[in-house]
């Protein structure tokens, strides 16, 4: 027998071998994957309750729970949120204590520092260790609810399997800091707005400042007052810094932050009941950061959205109220400038004299093993940052016992619109703007959370405080609140753009980040358009994507690109002409053309106004201006010689320039690009994009949502741009939630193994309406208290 013929047998032998074992390991691996599965039907014992709590599942996992009574019912909530998302929350305490890189590694350490220098660990345990005793009770059983369902799983969540680390028992704190974590996605944390206003307004002259960041424009579309005009164009000879090369840190990421609401009075909507709807934007992932629930316990029916976590209803309604929410665009953070002693650098001066900072060391502990250690400086104002080689202080509202206040719980309770204004002035959330419909027909807005009381200064740049005569002298009181009820009109819109005027808009502050207006404006449009509304109508109304201010802007294109005899320039007039839609249409064409174009121009004239202030700030964007629309197209259109960019002999040369640059980042014919290529969405489970090549094949697709082009762009109330965008949409007349709608994306299920992981996501992305309700049951699962001993 020759010898080849007798390795083949050991070859096959060594190749069942590999194959078994490989299929022995995937075995083990599905079997502990599936041991994390949450609990659907059957019966589970949940130590706490006083009865047992039932929880009927619908198709898209959306649970049903009917308890004895509200302690009962969030205890179970809590049950749920761990076995459908621990994980989830565990990232967000752990962003927001600075914690990341405990359980993913030193690739989180940028992150954690940043998040350190607020201490907010510590803060959130003493709002926790200060709770009265009827706070107190429902954190408590919350946390107990989560701990047991957390011990109820067969095995931790599938993501610490591939992580290689355990889960940390939930703590009442740790609900603080699920609050925390929005605070630091919704508010300017590192005071960099302020910083570069102070960096803009030292390098140029002040009526060029005010030009290029102008508090409003004509698109304004406030509740109070009126729009803002773009100023006017100060004269060139005022200043002689402008149009210097853009420096390389104005290229800086732009982050979108943005949500939509509105209300219709009863006068205008279909049905004898006012109407009220949200969509709030934010970073999209798999599962979907809120988590959809109906509670009912006692004569309270509560069904919207929660955010795992905290133990509370979010935005909906409970048949006698509806509410939702969306970023005021608010100033909630000041930088103070500190006055140090130059032989002593930790001696600093306040209005009685000189302090010393404290000196606090924080442990950043590391997955693997390893730690780093970080000194924070402390003052009576907050943490200490260095800027310009200058240090300043950080006065952030989430800093305060205030801006952490559980008033928020008891928004759900509300039986009118005057409870929930209550309710949500004594919230100790990021300061929103908060949309009201009740079942008697009233709507009204306000803000809920904590407004500071600003002395002798304005909040839009770091000035000291040492002297007394500038700083905060505690909280507004909920009177002092701006307010809007029952409007003339019948209708109320938010969209992050400026709502109030005057005294109003002095109090909630100048130097925030409102939105552009052209969002709102649409939307106020459609309402006023809108006769005897429903549910669908106002859906349709979130889904407008529509852009009138691209328009004029092609036209102007189309009117400097006349005549030019340029190949390329021609062709892209063709598509200019023949390709627009009307807004962020998939076919569009003209569309994608149009918005890059605006954009090389807008780095062209914004970048060389500012390049002075990047020079003076190293983290200087002139992105920074959010009004910038107003006065780009004041200049285009008024077209002063003074300000004509670098590289450009007129206007008309500047418009083609810019056609040009978005032309030339286009391979083929421009006709072939269209708003499809640039729109696509793919939102995506939170280990997806740091797991290996080898892994990442295989599991990335079973983690994530398909990528898909999606009509919108990030201006429009359908505002979508990457994976940023509308969360959730819910429209909902309360006391008529059988007719109410809701879908969201990335579904409910947060393993990918649930019958019902990205269940609604096809919904979510057609714009398809949904039932806000749970629909029949698909599985019941039954709580049981523990048993007497």
């Known amino acids: 027998m020759s010898l080849s013929a007798l390795r083949r047998p050991r070859l096959l032998v060594a190749i069942a071998a590999i194959a078994g074992a490989a299929l022995l390991a995937a075995w083990w691996g599905v079997h502990r994957v599936d041991r994390s599965l949450p609990l659907l039907d059957g019966a589970a014992e949940l130590p706490g309750l006083s009865r047992p709590v039932t929880v009927e599942r619908d198709r898209l996992g959306a649970p049903r729970l009917e308890a004895t009574n509200p302690d009962d019912a969030f205890r179970a909530l809590g049950f749920l949120h761990a076995q459908e998302r ?56 919350y946390r107990d609810g989560v701990n047991a369902g957390l011990g109820a799983l067969g095995a931790p969540p599938f993501e610490y399997l591939l992580l290689g680390s355990a889960p940390v028992p939930w703590r009442v704190s740790d609900s603080f800091l699920a609050v925390v974590a929005m605070y630091f996605v919704l508010n300017d944390a590192a005071g960099a707005r302020e910083a570069r206003t102070a960096a803009l307004r030292e390098t140029l002259p002040a009526d060029l400042a005010r030009f ?15 729009p803002v005009p773009t100023p006017e164009i100060p004269p060139p000879e005022s200043f002689a810094a402008a149009f210097l090369p853009v420096p390389p840190a104005a290229f800086s990421p732009l982050v979108h932050r943005g949500s939509n609401s509105f209300a219709v009075a009863p006068a205008r909507a279909a049905g004898g009941l006012p109407l009220l709807a949200s969509d709030m934007h934010l970073p999209l992932g798999v599962p979907n950061i809120w988590y959809r629930a109906e509670m009912r316990f006692k004569d309270t029916r509560l069904a919207g959205l929660t955010l795992p976590g905290v133990p509370a209803l979010v935005a909906g309604s409970n048949g006698r109220v509806a509410w939702a929410f969306t970023n005021t665009g608010g100033d909630w953070l000041d930088l103070v400038e500190l006055d140090t002693d130059p032989d002593d650098p930790l001696r600093y001066r306040v209005p009685d004299g000189w302090r010393r900072m404290e000196i606090h060391s924080e442990t950043i502990r590391i997955a693997g093993g390893g730690e780093e250690a970080l000194e924070v400086r402390e003052t009576v104002w907050g943490p200490v940052t260095i800027r310009w080689g200058r240090p300043q202080a950080i006065r952030w509202i989430a800093h305060d016992p205030e801006g952490l206040r559980p008033g928020y719980l008891d928004v759900a309770e509300a039986r009118s619109l005057d409870d929930a204004f209550a309710a949500g002035r004594s919230a100790g959330i990021p300061p929103q703007n908060l949309l009201v419909a009740d079942a008697r027909g009233a709507i009204g807005w306000t803000v809920a959370g904590p407004i500071p009381r600003r002395r002798g200064f304005s909040g839009e740049t770091p000035v000291s405080w040492a002297a007394g005569d500038r700083g905060w002298d505690g909280y507004l009181a909920a009177d002092e609140i701006p307010e809007v009820r029952d409007p003339e009109g019948g209708l109320l819109w938010t969209a ?84 627009w839609t009307g807004g962020a249409h998939l076919s569009s064409s003209a569309y994608p053309l149009v918005k890059d174009a605006v954009a090389a121009l807008r780095r062209s004239v914004y970048g060389e106004l500012t390049s002075a202030a990047a020079r003076r700030l190293p983290d200087f964007s002139w992105r920074i201006a959010a009004q910038w629309r107003g006065p780009l197209e004041r200049l285009a259109t008024e077209r002063p010689a003074g300000y004509v960019p670098g590289g450009a002999s007129g206007w008309d040369e500047a418009l083609v320039l810019a056609v040009r640059s978005a032309a030339s980042g286009v391979e083929g014919p421009l006709a072939d690009r269209v708003w499809a290529d640039e729109s696509v969405v793919h939102i995506r489970h939170p280990l997806s994009p740091a797991l290996p090549s080898w892994l990442g094949w295989f599991l990335a697709p079973r983690l994530d949502a398909a990528p898909r082009p999606l009509p919108g762009d990030a201006d429009l109330p359908r505002a979508q741009i990457g994976a940023t965008g509308a969360s959730n949409r819910f429209v909902v007349a309360p006391g008529r939630e059988e007719t109410a709608i809701l879908h969201m994306p990335g579904g409910q299920a947060g393993h990918p193994r649930s019958p019902y992981y990205l269940a609604g996501h096809s919904d979510w992305e057609e714009g398809r309406p949904a039932p806000f309700l749970a629909g029949p049951a698909a599985w019941r699962l039954v709580l049981e208290p523990e048993p007497p001993p």
Do not use: C, K
Request: glycine share 10%.
């Open 212 to 226: 290029l960041m102008p508090l409003g424009t004509e698109e304004d579309a406030p509740l109070v007052g009126e």
């Open 86 to 141: 621990f994980f989830q929350m565990d990232l967000l305490r752990r962003r927001a204590a600075g914690e990341l890189s405990e359980l993913v590694g030193a690739a989180a350490l940028p992150a954690d520092r940043e998040v350190r220098l607020h201490q907010m660990r510590a803060r959130a345990r003493a709002v926790a260790d200060g709770l009265p005793e009827e706070r107190r009770r429902r954190f408590e059983a």
């Open 496 to 579: 992050n753009q400026r709502i109030v005027d005057g005294e109003w808009l002095d109090r909630i502050g100048r130097g925030g980040g409102y939105a552009h207006g052209e969002r709102a404006l649409l939307i106020r449009d459609r309402l006023l358009a809108a006769e005897s509304a429903d549910e669908e109508a106002l859906l349709d109304i979130q889904l407008e994507d529509r852009a009138p201010g691209l328009d004029r802007w092609r036209r102007l294109f189309l009117d400097a690109l006349e005549g030019r005899a340029e190949p390329r320039l021609r062709e892209a007039a063709a598509v200019l002409e023949r390709g």
